[in-house]
DNA sequence: TCCGATTTGTTCGTATGTATG
DNA sequence: GCATACATACGAACAAATCGG
């Protein structure tokens, strides 16, 4: 159970943490705060007595409570050397991340660090919290893999207070436009191409794609999906996306291709280009129960060139992704900022390049000409 | 003009500092304040909370308000606040520890821990230079899988450095013996005596036995292998056994295996017991080039329950395993010890009598009645 | 310069909850 | 189970500082 003052106290944290009360600025009055939150004097002046404490607020008697300016005290607080890196996933047990954190670890380890792992569940309402605990700890470093980046964030103002703290952050895989911070992510967009020119180039012309269109990535790889057809002069039925979310993932996207594939009104698909290999382990559980073959029947190409695509008894033309490479880059990046920030006390964080990785795609048995035989 | 709270504030201060009030010394409860300066009891608690937020006091519910000791005010103020668990692997990334590592860390972060992630890659030096780093901060607790658990332990000094500092650790998957520690481990032996007495069961007389013996599970699950022979009075040939350390591990075990079952003096075998899953989706890449049929012509139990199981053709027999579960009741548990060390100032890793979880069989495809046809 | 409204500072009283021994 | 000690929360009153008019 939540005190009150605790939860009047984590208000204006949180307020101060998303920017809504900048150093300096007048917070509001002990008065105003019982109002607001239903609470007696005495609850309010706890709550902020706690985090005058703290250094957060400073009071000025007869003028009002004001947010403290915690950047020249974050200086006498850095010499007491402790490297903390944290690393913000949506997921951190699933696919390809334990890769990518195995990859950082392993860099920042090496060099004296110390890595915090946090996951966002790809919910947004967790990501402020993780946002919030790293702002108040003496984090030297942040690497995040955004949540839901296809649609706008609503923490925005949180990464932008670390900017303002001058606290170091990338971003790996996608990345929020607004922010145009430094960032390692994939050329998605050419990914669903190639993916989709493979197909092509084996004849086919049927295409089912299937994407997850809450992440920044999917909705690229939709794009080079589309960007394939019309380049190839393929006609291209809106029929064959799927689309869906992360919710859903285990459930609609394999529905819905059965649908097309099995119904009354199913078109004859010889190709499928799928979001990624662990979709495509879904798939092939449908396709095995419906007696299709791959790639006799079907042809898949695959995303990520994960370990899914060596264990299945079809081994999976998938595309490359850098995995454990792009960890290691990612804290070798971020390795650099802190150096920087070190030594120019400067927001350096816009001054890099983002990375941009060219997929490559990998062929196995998974795709065949169309109607033909495996190549093998 | 001199305020109430602050001649109650000086009062306290001057007996901590002429040695009235020794650290950790209780000194005189509120109600005595209040009488002994004559003012009520919020002045005395605004006089004290002040004295706690500058580290002078620490009150504890219940028992009283104390002395604080300021030569160790460094740590304290910092643990404090700062809430935070370190997990040691073996790997980060491979197999199932991604999961166990997840279901830790929902809990743990859940409760507003912090969590810090370190592999050592099963080296006992990376082991050592990682104690090293938590022992020199402020760590609440430690969860550890055991590097090289079959062996003695180099490290074990600091193992015992963490109990005099009284830090929490358990130990996951295995233990080190000589330390008797809090641990959450599978009856790995029962696991290989099941393993084993299903092929027996199935009418399988030539088993063959793959076991890592550089930890623990592995010297256990072989036990269970001998013991499951024995009991069922089926003689086996030592060369029925293959045995190989860690980093072996993607070479020695199938090479032996190939000349076990290839070469001119191999024998019939029909039956596999696998260290792990993950060893089985390099067997099966043996036998797909070897045009060897699984479980046609061999029968294989595998270990972990893993992803593995269900995305190969063949779905696998294997032993479960708890993972997230596992990291769940890991994470479950070394918050209690840490609640429970804050209440009783003792060190309690001990007093817990580990958890053992009881290994059971999934059957699936990959085992049949020795000679027989597929069960399905 | 003073006034009055606002805002924080100090102090009292009371009540109930929760942890400890 | 009981007394003790700290924790949370409400209410009220007056003091002292600030700021705009």
Known sequence: METKYNMVKRAIQSDIMDGTYLPHQKISSESELMAQFK???????????????????????????????REE?????????????????????????????RGAESILSQAGYQVSIFSTNNDHEKEREILEKILSQ??????????????????????????????PYIMINAYYDELEPMSLVM????????????????????????????????????????????????????????????????????????????????????????????LVMNVLNLLRNKRMQVPGDLSIVGYDDSFFTEVSEVKLTSVAHPKSDMGKAAAKTILDLIKRKNSNKVNVSKQLEPIVYDPSLIVRGSTVKVGGVEVS
Not at 45 to 61: F, S, T
Not at 74 to 98: C, G, H, L, M, W
């Open 39 to 69: 609470v007696s004097r005495h609850t309010v002046r706890l709550a902020i007595g706690d985090l005058v404490a703290k250094g957060w607020l400073y009071r000025e008697q007869g003028s009002g409570t004001f947010c403290a300016d």
């Open 187 to 278: 050329n998605d967009e050419k990914g669903g191409f190639i993916q989709t020119e493979h197909l092509i180039q084996l004849g086919h012309t049927e295409i089912a794609g299937i994407f997850k269109t809450d992440d920044l990535q999917g909705t690229q790889r939709m794009k080079g999906f589309l960007k394939a057809h019309r380049r190839y002069g393929i006609p291209l039925n809106p029929k064959n996306i799927i689309t869906y979310h992360t919710e859903e993932k285990e459930t609609k996207p394999v529905q819905e291709l059965e649908k097309m594939l099995f119904s009354e009104e199913a078109r004859d698909i010889t190709g499928l280009v799928s979001y990624n290999d662990e």
């Open 138 to 167: 003496p984090f030297d470093g942040v690497i995040v893999e955004p949540t839901k980046s296809a649609f706008s964030n609503p923490n925005i103002n949180y990464y932008l207070n670390l900017e303002r703290l001058s606290i």
């Open 73 to 101: 005290e974050q200086d006498t607080i850095q010499a007491v050397e402790r490297k903390n890196i944290a690393i913000i996933t949506t997921y951190i047990s699933d696919y390809i991340f334990p890769s990518i954190i």
